[in-house]
């Protein structure tokens, strides 16, 4: 789809595409389907901005199984390094680039999760959810260091 209709900006919107699926993986957001991406209509087709971004994970009636594969994976525990290989290879990306991604988008979130969390939770109150969220964050954060 990518390379088909948005061809013009193909190598960032994969660059994008990468970063969104590795944020998913990382905050738990096994709810990320092909519905919550969107291509834009106006002068040039373009990807539309993400949304529906956020952590299932933390909520055990709902499925620990991501709605799309990461490679050929839809369970967190089970990625591998050989469901980031076969990731890359979709996304017509080599494995080393791949990690260079995925590592930007770990010290992205590193740097924003506790000020964030520490925000929400002084807007809306103490939550045990938060707590939770912070770390099986940290864990798949943790997990994702040692894949690559």
């Known amino acids: 789809m990518i390379d088909e209709y948005l061809s013009d900006d193909g190598p960032e919107v994969r660059i994008n595409f990468c970063r969104i699926m590795a944020f998913n993986y990382l ?10 991406y969107s291509i834009i209509h ?8 993400f949304y529906d971004l956020l952590s299932t994970q933390v909520y055990p009636a709902l499925t620990p199984k991501f709605a799309m594969a990461v490679g050929d994976t839809y369970r967190a525990e089970k990625v591998k390094i050989h469901s980031l290989e076969k990731f890359a ?13 995925i590592e930007e988008t770990l010290t992205a979130l590193g740097s ?4 964030l969390l520490g925000k929400h939770e002084k807007q809306y109150g103490k939550s ?6 912070y770390e099986k964050i940290q864990e798949k954060m943790r997990s994702m260091k040692k894949i690559q």
């Open 27 to 36: 905050i738990g957001n096994y709810d990320a389907h092909g519905k919550n």
């Open 42 to 49: 106006d002068k040039q087709m373009r990807f539309a901005p």
């Open 89 to 101: 290879k979709t996304m017509n990306f080599r494995l080393s680039f791949l990690h260079k991604i």
């Open 112 to 115: 924003q999760l506790a000020p």
């Open 128 to 133: 045990a959810v938060y707590d939770e969220l």
